[in-house]
């Protein structure tokens, strides 16, 4: 009879289309997925990829395979969540996905505050600047700045970001928004083109003053901070900068919301109930940095 383990094995080869790729995801050998193919393929009598110059393609017997495995993983996942959910002690391991400029400025001073308070719970940060799944367990809270909170989870919204125009503290003027064009900035990636901050840019600043480029908005404060150009920060990263000054009003509605989320299924779990409770009361402590409390420097006299 098949196992989960050849279910695994095979969804992790449709996944990459070669067996390198399936051997790194499983943290196996190549000759391991080789033989493990063979073994299953004999097993069944069917073949479940033609191989080809561009990798392993899916044959009909392969791709039924797959659909199955992808909905025992769910299965797997939806009963581990009702497990857990019924946990009863602050203890064990939590999973924490959050942004590396989160992590950075606001987020370790309160992860390590956590950890006096709940010995008992190991913290698993994951820094990712992309949205993990929390209904397949890649985390079991998120930090997060986000325009909309998903359907699927439950939590709370902290705060909306503030944004403003941050610049070196070397005597600099404050920054009229209606003449941007004058300075050279720092832009986003393309990878954050959707997001609020950076449309804002866009729409203000000409793109040939925009002089550098950089995939974070962690990065996008190392470079002002370098003296690359002016940038457009939330107030919470600019205002943690020590050597930046904000040199604009608070610009409203182009930041978004900081948001603690998890599933329906974990918050009632006494590690995630524990970290919400915390969080969210620490966080809201630094509510007017997030939402914008620095002072604007006035002009300098002529």
Known sequence: MLSWDDFRYIKAIAQGRSLASAAEELAVNHSTVFRRLGQIEGRLGSRLFERSRSGYALTPCGEEMVRLAE?????????????????????????????????????????????????????????????????????????????????????????????????????????????????NWVGLGENLAGIKIAKWLRDHVPSDRIVYRVNTVLGLAEAVEAGIGLGFLPCAIGASTPSLVQLSDVVPDVGGDLWLLTHPDLRQTARVRAFMDYAGAELAKKRRLIEGGSEVRAAEPA
């Open 71 to 183: 909905q025992m993983e769910n299965d797997i996942v939806a009963f581990e969540r009702q497990v857990t959910g019924r946990d009863l002690r602050p203890s064990g391991e939590l999973r924490v996905t959050t942004n590396d400029a989160l992590l950075v400025h606001i987020l370790s001073d309160l992860f390590a505050g956590f950890r006096r308070s709940f010995p008992e719970i190991m913290l698993d940060v994951v820094v990712s600047n992309s949205s993990l799944n929390l209904s397949k367990r890649d985390a079991d809270v998120a930090v997060r700045a986000t325009n909309r909170a998903p359907d699927t989870l439950v939590g709370r919204r902290i705060a909306a970001f503030g944004c403003a125009v941050y610049g070196l503290e070397n005597g600099r003027d404050r920054v009229e928004l209606s003449d941007l064009g004058r300075h």
